[in-house]
């Protein structure tokens, strides 16, 4: 299994690096790569297939990171292509929908119901890590949608807030506080 997540993982990598990439290196460096380290916290701590996890924090953005115009369907359109590239590589068809439903779930603006602990902790991950890489966020805001100081501000803060909302109950009270404070600072 490790040779299938050595592969995605350059997969991913790649597609983050290429020119026609809109968000940049970035979602690699401070989205994906350091929310795979997230993922496997929260497994621990929360109980979860470690395996499932990590393939779908990889997948999860893939579609919009190879097209922009994927973007506002990516969860639906990346579940479909997790699947594709997983029975590709002869992955276990129900590991597959264990995955394909980590990525259908894992936005905070599609309020799904996440019905296994790998769903919320995917979910979790994409959340948290905005917070943990808050910088990530101010990158997107003044420098990707050129944003007013204003706006880039009440942008971020709207972000944090509907990640916060998004979280599981054991993450709010994990990681409330310090969604409070940045949600607080951006007042």
């Known amino acids: ?6 592969k995605l993982y350059t997969l991913v990598e790649n597609a983050c690096k290429s020119d026609s990439n809109i ?8 989205h994906i790569k350091p929310m795979i380290s997230l993922g ?6 929360y109980g979860g297939d470690k395996e499932i ?19 506002k369907e ?18 276990p068809k129900d590991k597959i929908e264990k995955v394909k439903s980590c990525i259908l779930n894992h936005r905070s603006s599609v309020n799904n119901c996440k019905n296994a602990i790998e769903e ?5 991950a994409d959340a948290i890590i905005h917070l943990t890489e808050v910088s990530s966020l101010f990158y997107a805001a003044y420098v990707q949608m050129k944003k007013s100081i204003e706006e880039g501000q009440k942008w971020i803060k709207k972000k944090l807030e509907k990640d916060y909302l998004k979280l599981s109950e054991k993450s709010r009270e994990k990681y409330g506080n310090e969604f409070k404070v940045f949600i607080k600072i951006l007042e």
């Open 1 to 6: 299994m490790d040779q299938l997540i050595e």
């Open 23 to 30: 968000f940049g290196y970035g979602i690699w460096s401070h």
């Open 40 to 45: 496997q916290k929260l497994a621990d701590d």
């Open 53 to 71: 996890i990590t393939i779908s924090i990889l997948l999860h953005d893939l579609v919009s990171i190879e097209d922009e115009n994927n973007y």
């Open 74 to 91: 990516h969860h639906i359109i990346g579940s479909e292509r997790a699947e594709k590239l997983l029975l590709k590589n002869n992955y």
């Open 120 to 124: 919320v902790i995917v979910a979790d």
